[in-house]
């Protein structure tokens, strides 16, 4: 009688491979909720803070809000970020890790009143 037990064996190492690459798959990705997350409101010419401190070398997200009429152009040149904000919207987006300095930001729209940097140590 032949050994039925050959037959299987691709079958159940490919089940094996597949169960390997779920798990390492889900033990591995930094998840968006996990990343440090600055927030800035602006408001027609205002701004709520003009120093924002972030560890170096760690990606993190910056989150802006416009609470004001007028719509807000939230921008960092240094940093690479330009975020326009509508009245009443929040919009977010994520950074590389920074090497240690100082990065200036600004509402283009409203440069008189906006301007503060991100330190990065």
């Known amino acids: ?63 802006v809000t416009n609470k004001g009429k007028t719509p807000a152009e939230f921008e960092s040149l240094p940093l690479g970020l330009e975020l326009v904000v509508a009245p009443g919207s929040t919009r977010s987006r994520v950074l590389p890790g920074k090497s240690p300095g100082t990065y200036p930001f600004y509402d283009e729209f409203h440069m008189q009143t906006t301007q503060g940097v991100f330190v990065v140590k």
């Open 1 to 63: 009688m032949p050994d039925p037990l050959p037959a299987r064996r691709p079958v159940v190492a490919l089940a094996a491979a597949t169960l390997a690459s779920l798990l390492l798959g889900t033990a591995a990705p930094l998840r968006a909720d996990d990343l440090l997350t600055v927030r800035v409101e602006l408001a027609d010419g205002q701004i709520n803070t003009r120093r924002i401190e972030v560890p170096a070398r760690q990606r993190f997200r910056v989150e």
